[in-house]
């Protein structure tokens, strides 16, 4: 009867070990939870006062892996956004557990693309509260059903392509069947009354490959403007990015203008970017030359702004 007792407390409630602030941003709160889909540890942490869920056993989602880079990310689009007044819809591909779309205030409409079932599973609960939806399925550039490899424990190297898969050997791995969306579908998820977007792409190695088919023409015929933020990887064909965008203005956060750590109460206290990187406004193809002349780079997000066709 005991031990009964015991299995309904740990699959029906969420029973708090221990909660730890870091910090004004940042607070982890660690609890058993269970449910009879899925029977996961779940945890949570606190970031600019948004909770977010995740599986404490994947070494990609937990709050230990966000380091000064990511914060910086999360902050600086939480910066570049805040200033629009009107809501904006959010399209957030290749969402993960949602670390960087949560944080976004002035958004009444996201849009979570996420072939992962068990980020969907925590995803619903980070969510809840928000005008949400969750698309479980993967980006690519085709419709089409495909294989992907999913490392549940580091849930963030889960990818259509092998090569982008992590080969240690201590990473569980098994082979998804999903199907695919291709990224100007996406629009079918509008809210008809917002008039700006803003974009997220971390797809794991098909990031240039997915933006080569998005069509400018068909966004901008349905908004007056966007943002697009998406993942470089040294030796991926910049020339795609150039002819798509070329003259259009936009920002790196990249490991050549990365300063360094620097204490994460007083950055995060601020939100300030350019306290992390040296930030400079480029063209596309300014920005794509730099990368090209340096040696020494290996990956960077870029901010793209699409104001008007060109």
Request: glycine share 4%.
């Amino acid at each position: 009867m005991f031990k009964k007792f015991i299995k309904f407390i740990f699959s029906y409630l969420k029973i708090y070990i221990k909660k730890i602030r870091f910090s004004n941003y940042l607070e982890v709160s660690f609890f058993f939870y269970k449910t009879k889909e899925k029977k996961e540890l779940i945890s949570s942490f606190n970031i600019f006062d948004r909770k977010v869920y995740f599986q404490v056993n994947d070494s990609k989602g937990n709050f230990a892996h966000l380091g000064q880079e990511d914060l910086s990310r999360i902050a600086f689009i939480k910066s570049h956004l805040k200033d629009i007044k009107n809501n904006i819809d959010v399209y957030d591909l290749g969402s993960n557990y949602g670390t960087y779309s949560i944080v976004i205030d002035n958004c009444d409409n996201f849009i979570l693309v996420e072939p992962n079932p068990f980020c969907c599973f925590c995803l619903e609960k980070t969510f809840k509260d928000k005008n949400f939806k969750i698309i479980q399925k993967s980006l690519g550039v085709s419709l089409c059903d495909t294989n992907l490899t999913i490392m549940p424990r580091a849930s963030g190297g889960s990818s259509l392509k092998q090569n982008f898969v992590s080969n240690e050997k201590h990473h569980e791995k098994f082979i998804l069947k999903t199907e695919t969306i291709s990224i100007n579908e996406l629009l079918d998820f509008k809210n008809t009354e917002n008039s700006q977007f803003f974009m997220k792409l971390d797809i794991e190695g098909m990031d240039i490959e997915v933006i080569e088919s998005f069509s400018q023409d068909k966004w901008l015929s349905n908004y007056d403007k966007g943002k697009i933020m998406l993942e470089i990887h040294k030796g991926q064909d910049l020339d795609i990015l150039v002819r798509k965008f070329g003259d259009r203005k936009c920002i790196s956060m990249d490991n050549i203008n990365f300063k360094g750590e620097i204490s994460s109460k007083k950055y995060l206290k601020n939100s300030r970017p350019e306290e992390v990187y040296d930030i400079e406004n480029l063209t596309v193809k300014d920005q794509c030359q730099k990368y090209k002349n340096d040696s020494s780079f290996k990956y960077g997000d870029l901010l793209i702004t699409l104001e008007e066709k060109l």
